[in-house]
Protein backbone atom coordinates (compact mmCIF):
# COMPACT_ATOMS: atom_id res chain seq x y z
CA UNK A 1 0.00 0.00 0.00
CA UNK A 2 1.33 3.53 -0.91
CA UNK A 3 2.83 5.05 2.54
CA UNK A 4 0.02 8.09 1.61
CA UNK A 5 -2.98 6.00 0.09
CA UNK A 6 -5.27 5.79 3.19
CA UNK A 7 -8.28 8.10 2.77
CA UNK A 8 -7.42 8.51 -0.91
CA UNK A 9 -10.80 7.79 -2.05
CA UNK A 10 -11.68 10.69 0.00
CA UNK A 11 -8.79 12.75 -0.36
CA UNK A 12 -7.56 12.64 2.79
CA UNK A 13 -4.54 13.70 4.13
CA UNK A 14 -3.03 11.21 5.63
CA UNK A 15 -1.67 13.23 7.98
CA UNK A 16 -4.63 15.20 8.73
CA UNK A 17 -6.00 12.08 10.29
CA UNK A 18 -3.58 12.75 13.36
CA UNK A 19 -6.18 14.90 15.21
CA UNK A 20 -4.92 16.82 18.43
CA UNK A 21 -6.87 15.80 21.29
CA UNK A 22 -7.41 19.07 23.80
CA UNK A 23 -8.06 16.90 26.73
CA UNK A 24 -5.05 14.94 26.41
CA UNK A 25 -2.41 16.98 24.46
CA UNK A 26 -1.79 13.73 22.35
CA UNK A 27 -2.33 13.42 18.33
CA UNK A 28 -4.85 10.68 17.80
CA UNK A 29 -5.64 8.70 14.88
CA UNK A 30 -8.86 9.27 12.87
CA UNK A 31 -9.75 6.62 10.53
CA UNK A 32 -13.45 8.09 9.97
CA UNK A 33 -15.29 11.08 8.29
CA UNK A 34 -17.20 12.20 11.96
CA UNK A 35 -17.16 15.89 12.55
CA UNK A 36 -16.27 14.89 16.54
CA UNK A 37 -15.35 11.76 18.01
CA UNK A 38 -17.24 10.03 21.07
CA UNK A 39 -16.52 11.04 24.58
CA UNK A 40 -15.69 7.63 26.14
CA UNK A 41 -17.29 8.61 29.65
CA UNK A 42 -21.13 7.88 29.81
CA UNK A 43 -23.35 7.84 32.30
CA UNK A 44 -23.85 4.27 33.93
CA UNK A 45 -25.76 2.53 31.95
CA UNK A 46 -25.18 3.74 28.44
CA UNK A 47 -23.98 1.56 26.09
CA UNK A 48 -25.25 -1.72 27.09
CA UNK A 49 -24.33 -4.85 25.12
CA UNK A 50 -25.89 -5.04 21.94
CA UNK A 51 -26.51 -1.37 21.45
CA UNK A 52 -25.74 -0.09 17.78
CA UNK A 53 -22.67 2.53 17.25
CA UNK A 54 -22.83 5.71 15.85
CA UNK A 55 -20.88 8.94 15.46
CA UNK A 56 -17.60 7.91 15.57
CA UNK A 57 -17.66 4.33 15.08
CA UNK A 58 -19.71 2.60 12.09
CA UNK A 59 -20.73 -1.46 12.30
CA UNK A 60 -20.20 -3.94 9.76
CA UNK A 61 -22.56 -6.54 8.61
CA UNK A 62 -21.14 -9.83 8.38
CA UNK A 63 -21.10 -11.10 5.16
CA UNK A 64 -24.33 -13.58 5.42
CA UNK A 65 -26.55 -10.06 6.40
CA UNK A 66 -27.04 -10.89 9.67
CA UNK A 67 -26.41 -8.49 12.14
CA UNK A 68 -23.75 -7.94 14.05
CA UNK A 69 -23.46 -6.73 17.80
CA UNK A 70 -20.17 -4.50 19.42
CA UNK A 71 -18.98 -7.08 20.58
CA UNK A 72 -18.54 -8.86 17.13
CA UNK A 73 -17.96 -6.03 15.09
CA UNK A 74 -15.34 -4.13 14.02
CA UNK A 75 -14.15 -0.90 12.55
CA UNK A 76 -15.20 -0.38 8.94
CA UNK A 77 -12.09 1.79 8.42
CA UNK A 78 -10.28 1.17 5.00
CA UNK A 79 -8.77 -1.92 3.99
CA UNK A 80 -5.17 -2.22 3.17
CA UNK A 81 -5.67 -3.98 -0.18
CA UNK A 82 -2.59 -5.59 -0.17
CA UNK A 83 -2.66 -6.74 3.26
CA UNK A 84 -6.40 -6.95 4.03
CA UNK A 85 -5.64 -5.26 7.20
CA UNK A 86 -8.06 -2.60 9.11
CA UNK A 87 -5.99 0.58 9.15
CA UNK A 88 -7.04 1.42 13.10
CA UNK A 89 -4.66 2.25 15.56
CA UNK A 90 -5.19 -0.35 18.14
CA UNK A 91 -6.06 1.52 21.72
CA UNK A 92 -7.01 4.13 21.04
CA UNK A 93 -10.80 4.59 20.75
CA UNK A 94 -11.78 3.49 24.20
CA UNK A 95 -8.84 3.79 26.72
CA UNK A 96 -9.39 7.62 28.44
CA UNK A 97 -11.93 10.17 28.50
CA UNK A 98 -11.51 12.84 25.87
CA UNK A 99 -13.39 16.32 24.91
CA UNK A 100 -14.92 16.61 21.39
CA UNK A 101 -11.61 17.02 18.38
CA UNK A 102 -12.08 18.04 15.36
CA UNK A 103 -12.84 16.50 11.98
CA UNK A 104 -10.64 15.61 9.27
CA UNK A 105 -9.71 18.05 6.56
CA UNK A 106 -10.33 17.06 2.96
CA UNK A 107 -7.87 17.82 -0.18
CA UNK A 108 -10.42 18.45 -2.49
CA UNK A 109 -11.52 22.37 -2.05
CA UNK A 110 -14.68 23.26 -0.27
CA UNK A 111 -15.15 19.36 0.51
CA UNK A 112 -15.98 18.94 4.82
CA UNK A 113 -17.43 16.45 7.02
CA UNK A 114 -20.88 15.52 6.47
CA UNK A 115 -23.24 17.63 7.74
CA UNK A 116 -25.88 14.66 8.64
CA UNK A 117 -23.40 13.23 10.59
CA UNK A 118 -25.06 11.73 13.63
CA UNK A 119 -24.28 12.85 17.42
CA UNK A 120 -21.97 10.46 19.45
CA UNK A 121 -24.17 7.80 21.06
CA UNK A 122 -24.08 5.33 24.01
CA UNK A 123 -21.28 2.60 22.96
CA UNK A 124 -19.11 -0.19 23.99
CA UNK A 125 -18.27 -0.37 27.78
CA UNK A 126 -15.26 1.51 28.90
CA UNK A 127 -12.39 -0.37 29.23
CA UNK A 128 -9.42 0.43 31.92
CA UNK A 129 -7.16 2.58 30.31
CA UNK A 130 -3.90 1.43 29.50
CA UNK A 131 -0.25 3.26 30.32
CA UNK A 132 1.03 3.86 26.81
CA UNK A 133 4.82 2.22 26.89
CA UNK A 134 5.30 3.66 23.10
CA UNK A 135 5.76 7.74 23.47
CA UNK A 136 9.16 6.56 25.17
CA UNK A 137 9.84 4.72 22.24
CA UNK A 138 9.54 7.70 19.75
CA UNK A 139 12.67 8.48 17.52
CA UNK A 140 15.71 9.81 19.81
CA UNK A 141 18.77 9.71 17.20
CA UNK A 142 19.98 9.71 13.63
CA UNK A 143 21.81 8.39 10.70
CA UNK A 144 21.04 4.81 10.96
CA UNK A 145 19.75 5.14 14.15
CA UNK A 146 16.89 6.77 13.19
CA UNK A 147 15.69 3.50 11.53
CA UNK A 148 15.46 1.93 15.01
CA UNK A 149 13.79 4.44 16.79
CA UNK A 150 11.14 5.20 14.03
CA UNK A 151 10.39 1.64 14.72
CA UNK A 152 9.40 2.51 18.34
CA UNK A 153 6.76 4.86 16.97
CA UNK A 154 5.27 3.33 14.15
CA UNK A 155 2.78 0.84 15.96
CA UNK A 156 0.95 3.84 16.23
CA UNK A 157 0.26 3.85 12.35
CA UNK A 158 -2.19 1.59 10.46
CA UNK A 159 0.19 1.37 7.73
CA UNK A 160 2.01 -1.25 9.79
CA UNK A 161 2.23 -3.93 7.08
CA UNK A 162 3.50 -0.97 4.42
CA UNK A 163 6.46 -0.42 6.33
CA UNK A 164 7.18 -3.87 6.60
CA UNK A 165 7.28 -4.67 3.00
CA UNK A 166 10.35 -1.72 3.56
CA UNK A 167 12.52 -2.91 5.02
CA UNK A 168 15.40 -5.61 2.99
CA UNK A 169 16.83 -8.00 5.30
CA UNK A 170 19.98 -10.16 5.31
CA UNK A 171 20.15 -13.65 6.91
CA UNK A 172 23.57 -13.72 8.69
CA UNK A 173 23.36 -17.03 10.57
CA UNK A 174 24.69 -17.10 13.79
CA UNK A 175 27.13 -14.42 13.11
CA UNK A 176 25.34 -12.34 16.56
CA UNK A 177 23.70 -13.01 19.91
CA UNK A 178 20.62 -14.79 18.44
CA UNK A 179 19.24 -11.40 19.75
CA UNK A 180 19.15 -8.92 21.72
CA UNK A 181 17.48 -9.53 25.33
CA UNK A 182 15.69 -6.81 27.53
CA UNK A 183 17.29 -7.46 30.48
CA UNK A 184 20.99 -7.61 28.84
CA UNK A 185 23.14 -4.95 27.24
CA UNK A 186 22.90 -4.29 23.84
CA UNK A 187 25.38 -4.04 21.22
CA UNK A 188 24.09 -2.83 17.49
CA UNK A 189 26.81 -2.29 14.74
CA UNK A 190 26.02 0.23 12.18
CA UNK A 191 27.63 0.07 8.90
CA UNK A 192 27.66 3.22 6.09
CA UNK A 193 28.93 1.75 2.69
CA UNK A 194 30.49 3.21 0.20
CA UNK A 195 28.11 2.04 -2.67
CA UNK A 196 27.12 4.34 -5.31
CA UNK A 197 23.88 3.03 -5.73
CA UNK A 198 20.53 4.99 -5.60
CA UNK A 199 20.00 8.43 -7.67
CA UNK A 200 22.95 11.11 -7.63
CA UNK A 201 25.22 9.17 -6.54
CA UNK A 202 27.09 7.62 -9.62
CA UNK A 203 29.46 10.97 -9.51
CA UNK A 204 30.82 10.28 -6.56
CA UNK A 205 33.46 7.49 -7.96
CA UNK A 206 34.09 4.15 -7.61
CA UNK A 207 30.95 3.93 -9.80
CA UNK A 208 31.38 0.29 -9.95
CA UNK A 209 32.39 -0.74 -6.04
CA UNK A 210 30.41 -3.61 -4.51
CA UNK A 211 30.66 -1.25 -1.29
CA UNK A 212 32.84 -1.67 1.89
CA UNK A 213 32.64 -1.09 5.41
CA UNK A 214 33.45 2.63 4.98
CA UNK A 215 31.91 4.02 8.56
CA UNK A 216 31.30 1.47 11.24
CA UNK A 217 30.05 2.46 14.80
CA UNK A 218 29.47 0.00 17.55
CA UNK A 219 26.33 1.59 19.67
CA UNK A 220 26.68 -0.24 22.99
CA UNK A 221 23.70 0.31 25.50
CA UNK A 222 24.35 -1.01 29.26
CA UNK A 223 22.21 -3.46 31.05
CA UNK A 224 20.06 -1.22 33.21
CA UNK A 225 20.09 1.69 30.50
CA UNK A 226 21.25 4.45 31.69
CA UNK A 227 24.18 5.13 29.73
CA UNK A 228 25.34 4.59 26.18
CA UNK A 229 28.76 4.24 24.01
CA UNK A 230 29.29 4.68 20.38
CA UNK A 231 32.66 3.49 19.23
CA UNK A 232 33.86 4.85 15.64
CA UNK A 233 35.90 2.19 14.03
CA UNK A 234 38.23 3.40 11.95
CA UNK A 235 37.82 2.06 7.71
CA UNK A 236 41.57 1.81 7.50
CA UNK A 237 42.51 0.19 10.60
CA UNK A 238 44.56 -3.11 10.00
CA UNK A 239 43.28 -5.91 11.77
CA UNK A 240 42.28 -9.70 11.75
CA UNK A 241 39.27 -10.84 9.42
CA UNK A 242 37.80 -14.07 10.86
CA UNK A 243 36.38 -16.90 8.13
CA UNK A 244 32.60 -15.62 8.19
CA UNK A 245 29.79 -18.15 6.96
CA UNK A 246 27.39 -16.58 4.71
CA UNK A 247 24.60 -17.63 3.24
CA UNK A 248 23.75 -16.96 -0.90
CA UNK A 249 21.14 -18.17 -3.42
CA UNK A 250 23.84 -21.47 -4.03
CA UNK A 251 23.92 -22.58 0.18
CA UNK A 252 25.83 -21.99 2.80
CA UNK A 253 29.78 -21.50 2.15
CA UNK A 254 32.75 -20.01 4.34
CA UNK A 255 34.34 -17.27 3.39
CA UNK A 256 38.57 -17.50 3.52
CA UNK A 257 39.42 -14.90 6.62
CA UNK A 258 42.44 -12.09 6.04
CA UNK A 259 45.17 -11.53 8.41
CA UNK A 260 46.79 -7.80 8.79
CA UNK A 261 43.84 -6.60 6.40
CA UNK A 262 42.19 -3.42 5.99
CA UNK A 263 38.76 -3.66 8.40
CA UNK A 264 36.46 -2.20 5.28
CA UNK A 265 37.32 -5.14 3.67
CA UNK A 266 35.29 -6.94 6.05
CA UNK A 267 32.57 -6.19 4.23
CA UNK A 268 31.63 -6.79 0.22
CA UNK A 269 34.42 -8.29 -0.51
CA UNK A 270 35.25 -11.66 -1.81
CA UNK A 271 31.23 -12.30 -1.04
CA UNK A 272 31.50 -10.76 2.74
CA UNK A 273 28.51 -10.03 3.45
CA UNK A 274 27.44 -7.78 7.23
CA UNK A 275 27.84 -10.69 9.25
CA UNK A 276 31.32 -11.24 8.56
CA UNK A 277 31.48 -7.25 9.60
CA UNK A 278 29.86 -8.42 12.80
CA UNK A 279 32.16 -11.23 13.17
CA UNK A 280 35.44 -8.49 12.91
CA UNK A 281 34.27 -6.28 15.59
CA UNK A 282 33.68 -9.14 18.36
CA UNK A 283 36.52 -10.55 17.72
CA UNK A 284 38.34 -6.96 17.91
CA UNK A 285 36.51 -5.51 20.72
CA UNK A 286 35.17 -8.52 22.77
CA UNK A 287 31.89 -7.65 22.89
CA UNK A 288 28.97 -9.80 21.03
CA UNK A 289 27.10 -7.96 18.55
CA UNK A 290 23.47 -8.74 18.38
CA UNK A 291 22.80 -7.20 15.08
CA UNK A 292 23.21 -4.74 12.66
CA UNK A 293 22.01 -2.37 10.40
CA UNK A 294 23.24 -0.89 7.48
CA UNK A 295 22.99 3.05 4.89
CA UNK A 296 24.23 3.73 1.89
CA UNK A 297 24.57 7.31 0.78
CA UNK A 298 20.75 7.54 0.39
CA UNK A 299 19.99 7.17 3.60
CA UNK A 300 22.21 10.71 4.82
CA UNK A 301 20.04 12.26 2.32
CA UNK A 302 16.23 10.93 2.87
CA UNK A 303 16.25 11.19 6.80
CA UNK A 304 18.57 14.41 6.98
CA UNK A 305 15.45 15.35 4.41
CA UNK A 306 12.64 13.51 6.64
CA UNK A 307 13.35 15.34 10.05
CA UNK A 308 13.78 18.96 7.96
CA UNK A 309 17.14 19.50 8.50
CA UNK A 310 20.31 18.90 10.42
CA UNK A 311 21.70 21.76 11.59
CA UNK A 312 25.64 21.61 12.37
CA UNK A 313 28.18 24.32 13.10
CA UNK A 314 31.43 25.36 10.86
CA UNK A 315 34.50 27.06 13.16
CA UNK A 316 35.60 28.34 9.78
CA UNK A 317 34.17 29.34 6.00
CA UNK A 318 34.42 26.09 4.28
CA UNK A 319 35.07 25.56 0.66
CA UNK A 320 35.92 21.52 -0.12
CA UNK A 321 35.54 20.55 -4.13
CA UNK A 322 36.16 17.38 -3.52
CA UNK A 323 33.19 16.31 -1.37
CA UNK A 324 31.36 19.45 -2.83
CA UNK A 325 30.44 21.19 0.68
CA UNK A 326 30.45 25.02 0.41
CA UNK A 327 29.35 27.00 3.73
CA UNK A 328 29.96 30.08 5.50
CA UNK A 329 31.28 30.13 8.98
CA UNK A 330 28.82 29.67 12.12
CA UNK A 331 25.81 27.55 12.37
CA UNK A 332 23.39 26.20 8.81
CA UNK A 333 20.43 23.96 8.50
CA UNK A 334 21.47 21.29 6.38
CA UNK A 335 20.05 18.28 4.33
CA UNK A 336 20.04 15.86 0.74
CA UNK A 337 23.25 16.05 -0.66
CA UNK A 338 24.81 18.97 1.11
CA UNK A 339 24.18 16.95 4.69
CA UNK A 340 25.89 13.84 2.46
CA UNK A 341 28.84 16.60 1.33
CA UNK A 342 29.86 16.99 5.31
CA UNK A 343 29.31 13.65 6.18
CA UNK A 344 32.13 12.78 3.09
CA UNK A 345 34.34 15.57 3.43
CA UNK A 346 37.48 14.73 4.61
CA UNK A 347 40.19 17.62 3.80
CA UNK A 348 37.64 20.79 5.13
CA UNK A 349 38.56 20.03 9.23
CA UNK A 350 41.17 19.05 11.15
CA UNK A 351 44.24 16.80 9.39
CA UNK A 352 42.52 15.92 6.03
CA UNK A 353 42.40 12.11 7.90
CA UNK A 354 40.03 9.40 7.91
CA UNK A 355 39.64 10.62 12.08
CA UNK A 356 38.68 13.93 11.07
CA UNK A 357 35.94 12.95 9.42
CA UNK A 358 34.55 10.32 11.94
CA UNK A 359 34.61 13.23 14.29
CA UNK A 360 32.44 15.42 12.15
CA UNK A 361 30.22 12.27 11.37
CA UNK A 362 29.82 11.87 15.23
CA UNK A 363 29.06 16.01 15.45
CA UNK A 364 26.16 15.26 12.47
CA UNK A 365 24.80 12.38 14.39
CA UNK A 366 24.71 14.06 17.82
CA UNK A 367 22.90 17.11 16.33
CA UNK A 368 20.77 14.40 14.46
CA UNK A 369 19.72 13.41 17.71
CA UNK A 370 18.76 16.61 19.91
CA UNK A 371 16.67 17.27 16.29
CA UNK A 372 14.38 13.66 16.61
CA UNK A 373 14.20 14.41 20.23
CA UNK A 374 12.78 17.27 19.68
CA UNK A 375 8.81 18.05 19.99
CA UNK A 376 9.41 19.77 16.63
CA UNK A 377 9.88 16.26 15.22
CA UNK A 378 7.84 14.44 17.78
CA UNK A 379 4.64 16.40 17.75
CA UNK A 380 4.90 16.71 13.69
CA UNK A 381 2.94 13.59 12.19
CA UNK A 382 3.71 15.09 8.95
CA UNK A 383 7.62 14.60 10.21
CA UNK A 384 6.96 11.29 11.06
CA UNK A 385 5.62 9.88 8.32
CA UNK A 386 7.86 11.37 6.65
CA UNK A 387 10.77 10.05 8.47
CA UNK A 388 9.38 6.14 8.86
CA UNK A 389 9.04 6.07 4.64
CA UNK A 390 12.64 7.28 4.72
CA UNK A 391 14.21 4.99 7.23
CA UNK A 392 12.64 1.44 6.09
CA UNK A 393 13.32 2.55 2.65
CA UNK A 394 17.12 3.18 3.02
CA UNK A 395 18.54 0.53 5.62
CA UNK A 396 18.96 -2.97 5.79
CA UNK A 397 19.19 -5.32 8.74
CA UNK A 398 19.46 -8.82 9.67
CA UNK A 399 16.24 -10.62 10.02
CA UNK A 400 16.38 -10.94 13.67
CA UNK A 401 15.39 -7.57 13.93
CA UNK A 402 13.59 -7.95 10.17
CA UNK A 403 10.20 -6.81 11.22
CA UNK A 404 8.57 -3.47 12.93
CA UNK A 405 7.65 -5.56 15.89
CA UNK A 406 10.95 -6.73 16.57
CA UNK A 407 11.97 -3.39 15.76
CA UNK A 408 9.58 -1.59 17.89
CA UNK A 409 10.80 -3.67 21.16
CA UNK A 410 14.02 -2.98 20.46
CA UNK A 411 13.54 0.88 20.03
CA UNK A 412 11.58 0.60 23.02
CA UNK A 413 14.82 -0.50 24.96
CA UNK A 414 17.62 1.93 23.04
CA UNK A 415 14.67 5.07 23.31
CA UNK A 416 15.37 4.66 27.66
CA UNK A 417 18.64 6.37 27.32
CA UNK A 418 18.92 10.02 28.16
CA UNK A 419 20.70 11.66 25.29
CA UNK A 420 23.06 13.31 27.82
CA UNK A 421 24.20 9.93 28.60
CA UNK A 422 25.16 9.12 24.61
CA UNK A 423 28.64 9.61 24.12
CA UNK A 424 30.31 9.16 20.89
CA UNK A 425 34.07 8.06 21.09
CA UNK A 426 36.62 6.92 18.26
CA UNK A 427 38.62 3.35 18.42
CA UNK A 428 42.12 4.60 20.28
CA UNK A 429 45.01 4.26 17.01
CA UNK A 430 48.72 4.63 16.10
CA UNK A 431 50.05 5.47 12.83
CA UNK A 432 51.21 2.11 11.33
CA UNK A 433 54.39 1.34 12.25
CA UNK A 434 55.08 -1.01 8.72
CA UNK A 435 54.60 2.05 6.56
CA UNK A 436 56.77 4.80 5.58
CA UNK A 437 54.04 6.80 4.00
CA UNK A 438 51.40 6.67 6.41
CA UNK A 439 48.24 5.40 5.05
CA UNK A 440 46.69 3.21 7.39
CA UNK A 441 46.39 2.78 11.47
CA UNK A 442 46.72 -0.32 14.14
CA UNK A 443 45.21 0.00 17.30
CA UNK A 444 46.58 1.53 20.23
CA UNK A 445 46.15 -1.53 22.55
CA UNK A 446 47.22 0.55 25.42
CA UNK A 447 43.80 2.48 25.66
CA UNK A 448 41.91 0.32 23.71
CA UNK A 449 41.62 -2.66 25.83
CA UNK A 450 40.77 -0.41 29.34
CA UNK A 451 38.21 1.72 26.63
CA UNK A 452 37.03 -2.37 25.66
CA UNK A 453 36.86 -2.96 29.26
CA UNK A 454 34.60 0.04 30.54
CA UNK A 455 32.41 -0.88 27.72
CA UNK A 456 32.09 -4.70 28.73
CA UNK A 457 31.46 -3.21 31.94
CA UNK A 458 28.83 -0.81 31.17
CA UNK A 459 30.98 1.83 32.53
CA UNK A 460 29.81 5.50 31.12
CA UNK A 461 32.25 7.33 29.34
CA UNK A 462 29.79 10.56 30.62
CA UNK A 463 29.79 8.96 34.25
CA UNK A 464 26.68 8.81 35.49
CA UNK A 465 26.74 5.67 36.84
CA UNK A 466 26.65 5.62 40.79
CA UNK A 467 27.98 2.23 41.49
CA UNK A 468 31.01 3.34 39.44
CA UNK A 469 31.66 6.72 41.72
CA UNK A 470 31.36 4.06 44.52
CA UNK A 471 34.03 2.04 43.24
CA UNK A 472 36.21 4.88 43.14
CA UNK A 473 35.63 5.85 46.89
CA UNK A 474 36.32 2.27 47.78
CA UNK A 475 39.23 2.18 45.73
CA UNK A 476 40.68 5.27 47.11
CA UNK A 477 39.65 4.28 50.90
CA UNK A 478 41.58 1.32 49.98
CA UNK A 479 44.92 2.85 49.18
CA UNK A 480 45.08 5.16 51.87
CA UNK A 481 48.61 5.06 53.57
CA UNK A 482 52.21 4.58 52.25
CA UNK A 483 52.64 2.92 48.89
CA UNK A 484 56.24 1.32 48.12
CA UNK A 485 58.33 2.58 45.20
CA UNK A 486 58.04 0.43 42.36
CA UNK A 487 61.14 -0.78 42.16
CA UNK A 488 60.57 -1.90 45.40
CA UNK A 489 57.64 -4.15 44.91
CA UNK A 490 58.02 -7.90 44.80
CA UNK A 491 55.85 -10.29 43.48
CA UNK A 492 55.38 -13.65 41.86
CA UNK A 493 52.72 -13.73 39.13
CA UNK A 494 50.67 -17.03 38.33
CA UNK A 495 47.85 -17.46 35.89
CA UNK A 496 44.89 -19.54 38.26
CA UNK A 497 42.39 -18.56 35.81
CA UNK A 498 42.84 -15.62 32.84
CA UNK A 499 43.69 -16.17 29.41
CA UNK A 500 46.55 -18.39 28.25
CA UNK A 501 49.90 -16.61 28.80
CA UNK A 502 48.15 -13.91 31.33
CA UNK A 503 51.15 -14.07 33.49
CA UNK A 504 53.93 -13.44 31.03
CA UNK A 505 51.94 -10.55 29.61
CA UNK A 506 51.57 -9.11 32.94
CA UNK A 507 55.36 -9.26 33.77
CA UNK A 508 55.96 -7.84 30.73
CA UNK A 509 53.77 -4.98 31.37
CA UNK A 510 54.93 -4.67 35.45
CA UNK A 511 58.83 -4.39 34.13
CA UNK A 512 58.39 -2.56 30.84
CA UNK A 513 55.72 -0.12 31.72
CA UNK A 514 55.07 0.34 35.29
CA UNK A 515 58.98 -0.18 36.36
CA UNK A 516 58.71 -3.06 38.63
CA UNK A 517 61.72 -5.52 37.99
CA UNK A 518 61.19 -7.53 40.81
CA UNK A 519 58.69 -9.51 39.82
CA UNK A 520 58.65 -13.54 38.47
CA UNK A 521 56.06 -15.22 35.88
CA UNK A 522 55.60 -18.52 37.76
CA UNK A 523 53.28 -19.91 34.97
CA UNK A 524 50.20 -21.67 35.63
CA UNK A 525 48.20 -21.96 39.74
CA UNK A 526 48.59 -25.25 40.96
CA UNK A 527 45.61 -24.71 42.88
CA UNK A 528 41.86 -25.08 40.77
CA UNK A 529 41.46 -21.48 38.97
CA UNK A 530 40.01 -18.67 40.76
CA UNK A 531 37.01 -16.51 39.58
CA UNK A 532 38.86 -13.60 40.89
CA UNK A 533 42.04 -12.17 41.22
CA UNK A 534 43.88 -12.32 44.78
CA UNK A 535 46.93 -10.50 45.97
CA UNK A 536 48.53 -12.01 48.80
CA UNK A 537 50.83 -9.91 51.11
CA UNK A 538 52.12 -10.09 54.58
CA UNK A 539 51.58 -7.43 57.08
CA UNK A 540 54.81 -5.83 56.21
CA UNK A 541 54.05 -5.35 52.85
CA UNK A 542 51.12 -3.62 52.57
CA UNK A 543 53.18 -0.70 51.33
CA UNK A 544 53.94 -2.67 48.07
CA UNK A 545 50.11 -4.16 48.28
CA UNK A 546 48.78 -0.79 48.03
CA UNK A 547 51.54 0.25 45.33
CA UNK A 548 50.39 -3.15 43.16
CA UNK A 549 46.89 -2.56 43.87
CA UNK A 550 46.92 0.87 42.44
CA UNK A 551 48.79 -0.10 39.30
CA UNK A 552 46.46 -2.92 38.58
CA UNK A 553 43.43 -1.32 39.52
CA UNK A 554 42.53 -4.59 41.72
CA UNK A 555 39.27 -3.96 44.16
CA UNK A 556 39.70 -4.13 47.91
CA UNK A 557 37.94 -8.04 47.81
CA UNK A 558 40.86 -8.76 45.67
CA UNK A 559 43.59 -8.13 48.47
CA UNK A 560 44.34 -11.04 50.94
CA UNK A 561 46.32 -9.99 54.39
CA UNK A 562 48.11 -12.32 55.86
CA UNK A 563 48.51 -12.42 59.90
CA UNK A 564 52.77 -12.55 59.90
CA UNK A 565 55.22 -10.92 58.60
CA UNK A 566 57.23 -11.74 55.52
CA UNK A 567 60.95 -12.64 55.89
CA UNK A 568 64.19 -11.63 54.18
CA UNK A 569 63.24 -10.88 50.02
CA UNK A 570 59.93 -13.09 50.04
CA UNK A 571 57.66 -11.89 47.16
CA UNK A 572 53.68 -11.25 47.47
CA UNK A 573 51.34 -13.62 45.30
CA UNK A 574 49.51 -12.03 42.46
CA UNK A 575 46.75 -15.16 40.72
CA UNK A 576 45.44 -14.00 38.17
CA UNK A 577 41.56 -15.19 37.98
CA UNK A 578 38.52 -15.12 35.43
CA UNK A 579 37.88 -11.77 36.02
CA UNK A 580 41.52 -10.60 34.61
CA UNK A 581 40.99 -8.54 31.00
CA UNK A 582 44.55 -8.00 30.04
CA UNK A 583 48.00 -6.46 31.17
CA UNK A 584 47.06 -2.91 32.23
CA UNK A 585 43.20 -3.12 32.54
CA UNK A 586 42.18 -2.60 35.79
CA UNK A 587 39.71 -5.35 37.30
CA UNK A 588 37.07 -3.06 38.53
CA UNK A 589 36.82 -1.41 34.89
CA UNK A 590 37.93 1.48 35.00
CA UNK A 591 35.92 4.98 36.43
CA UNK A 592 36.65 7.02 33.65
CA UNK A 593 37.62 7.14 30.03
CA UNK A 594 42.02 6.47 29.38
CA UNK A 595 43.84 9.78 28.55
CA UNK A 596 43.22 11.13 25.48
CA UNK A 597 40.12 8.91 24.18
CA UNK A 598 38.37 11.09 22.03
CA UNK A 599 35.05 12.09 23.18
CA UNK A 600 31.88 13.73 21.53
CA UNK A 601 28.57 14.21 23.76
CA UNK A 602 25.20 13.92 21.95
CA UNK A 603 23.44 16.89 23.82
CA UNK A 604 26.50 19.30 23.07
CA UNK A 605 27.22 21.16 20.24
CA UNK A 606 30.83 21.63 18.71
CA UNK A 607 31.77 22.90 15.73
CA UNK A 608 33.52 21.48 13.06
CA UNK A 609 37.34 22.99 12.99
Same mark, same amino acid.
Given at each position: ?6 ? &? ?183 ? *? ?51 ? *? ?113 ? &? ?14 ? *? ?26 ? &? ?191 ? &? ?11
Amino acid at each position: MDAHSRG &QADEIDPADQWVLNPQTGNYELRLDHSTGQPPSSRPRGAGRRGAPQQGGRRTAAPRDGAARTPSEGRSTAPRDKATGTRAEASGTRAERPRADVPGQRSRRAGKGPAADTAPAAAGRRKRKAKKSGKKKALVWTGGALAFVLVAGSVGAYAYYQHLNSNIDKIDVGNAGSGGFKKDQAINILLIG *TDKRTGSGNEGYGDAGSVGHADTNLLFHVSKDRTNATVLSIPRDLITDIPDCE *TKTAEGTKVIPGASQAHFNTSLGQNGRDPGCTMRTVTELTGLTVDHFMMADFNAVKTLSTAVGGVEVCVAKDVDDPKSHLKLSKGTHTIEGEQALAFVRTRHAFGTGSDLTRIET &QQQFLSSMIRKMKSGD *TLTNPKKLFALAEAATKALTVDTGIGDI &QKLSDLATELAKVDAKNITFTTLPVLDNPAEVVKATVVVNEAKAKPLFAMMQSDTSLTEVKKKEQAAKSKQEELLKGPKAAPEDVRVDVYNGGGPQGSAQETLAWLQNEEGVPRSTNKGNSPGADLPRTTLEYAPNQADQARALADMMGLPAAALKPGTEDAEGLQAMTLTLGADFKGAGVPITGPAKAPEGV &QKVEADKQVCAK
